[in-house]
C-alpha cells in the first residue's frame, strides 16, 4: 500500500492508471476505521483494480460547535488495518491543500433532502460534505464510490448530486454493520462512557419496534407511528437525549406516503457522542 499525502502525486496517480486503463473503487472516510469501513472497502476490493481509501477529516461538515477537534484519529492503526484489507492507495491529504481558497469563491448548497433529520440539526453539513465529495471525486475519478447506509442521508444527498450533475460515478450502498448487541459500528461510540455504551443499543432495538410496530398496525397515521416511537425511546432512554425520530420517504426524504421505500432514522445525543442510526423498508 502506497500512502499519498500531496494533491499532485494523487493526480498522477490517477493519470496513470487512466492510461493503464484501470478502474478505480474509491472509499471516502474520516479514519478511525472499523468494521463498517472494512466492509465497504471489502466491497471496493471485489469490483475494481485499484482500491483508493481516503482519510480526511474534513472541517466543513462539522458545525462551530461540533467534535471537529475531538473526532478520533489514529492514523497508524488506521494504516495497519487499510494494509491488511488490501488498499491500494491511502488518500491522506492536508486541509490546507484541500481548502487553498478560505472562503470558498463557489459553495456547493445541498437541496431539499439534506434540510431534514442530520440536516435539520447541523446546518450547513450537508454543503460541507458534497463540497469535499466533489473534490475527491474530481481528484480521484472513480468508477465507482462505496457508501454505508449507516449514513442513510448522506447517500441520498451524494446520489442527488451524482445524478443531477452527471458524475461519472456509481454509488455503491453497503448495509450498516452492527455490534453483536445491535448497535451500530461508528467512529464515535469509542465517546461514550461505559453506561452509555449499554444504553446505546437500544436506538436499534427502537428501529425494530417501530417497524414491527408498524407491520401490526399498517393504517396508522405517520404522525401516530413517530409517536409510539417516541414514547418507546423515552421509556427507555436514561442517559441519551432525543434528537430526532422520523419516518420519511427514501431518498426524497418527504413525508411518506406508504409507497416505495420508508426510511426510520433517529439521531440520540450523549454526552460526548451524537449516534444515528436507521432501518430502511420497503412498501409494496
Ligand atoms: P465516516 O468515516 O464515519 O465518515 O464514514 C465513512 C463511510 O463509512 C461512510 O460512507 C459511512 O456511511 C460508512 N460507515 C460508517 N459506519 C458504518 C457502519 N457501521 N456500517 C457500514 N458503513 C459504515
Redesign the pocket.
Known amino acids: 500500500m502506497k500512502q499519498i499525502t500531496s494533491l499532485n502525486e494523487m493526480v498522477a496517480f490517477v493519470h496513470d492508471t487512466k492510461l493503464k486503463q484501470k478502474s478505480i473503487g474509491f472509499v ?4 478511525y476505521l472499523h468494521e ?2 472494512r ?2 472497502i471489502k466491497d471496493a476490493r471485489k469490483e475494481n483494480d485499484i482500491v483508493v481509501l481516503s482519510i480526511f477529516v474534513n472541517p466543513t461538515q462539522f458545525g462551530p460547535n461540533e467534535d471537529f477537534a475531538k473526532y478520533p484519529r489514529d492514523m497508524k492503526r488506521d494504516r495497519d488495518i487499510a494494509t491488511a484489507e488490501q488498499v491500494d492507495i491511502l488518500f491522506t491529504p492536508t486541509v490546507q491543500e484541500m481548502y487553498p481558497v478560505q472562503p470558498l469563491r463557489v459553495s456547493l448548497q445541498a437541496g431539499k433532502a439534506a434540510r431534514e433529520l442530520c440536516g435539520a440539526s447541523r446546518p450547513g453539513h450537508f454543503d460541507g460534505v458534497l463540497t469535499v465529495l466533489l473534490k475527491l471525486f474530481m481528484l480521484i475519478q472513480p468508477a465507482r464510490a462505496y ?2 447506509m ?2 442513510a442521508q ?1 447517500v441520498a444527498v451524494v446520489e442527488g448530486m451524482v445524478h443531477e450533475y452527471f458524475l461519472p460515478v456509481t454509488i455503491r450502498k ?1 448495509a ?2 452492527r455490534e453483536e448487541d445491535g448497535l ?4 464515535r461510540n469509542v465517546r461514550l462512557t461505559s453506561e452509555e455504551r449499554k444504553e446505546a443499543p437500544v436506538l436499534y432495538e427502537s428501529l425494530q419496534f417501530v417497524r414491527q410496530y408498524y407491520d401490526a398496525h399498517p393504517h396508522l397515521t405517520v404522525d401516530v407511528l413517530e409517536a409510539e416511537w417516541l414514547r418507546f425511546l423515552e421509556e427507555k432512554l436514561r442517559f441519551g437525549s432525543i434528537d430526532y425520530a422520523r419516518i420519511l420517504s427514501f431518498p426524497e426524504l418527504q413525508k411518506p406516503t406508504f409507497k416505495g421505500p420508508q426510511l426510520a432514522a433517529l439521531a440520540v445525543r450523549y454526552s460526548a457522542a451524537r449516534l444515528i442510526d436507521n432501518l430502511l423498508w420497503e412498501e409494496e
Open positions: 471516502p472516510t474520516m479514519g463498517g469501513h466492509a465497504l457508501f454505508g449507516k449514513d448522506q453497503v450498516t454493520v451500530a459500528r461508528s467512529s
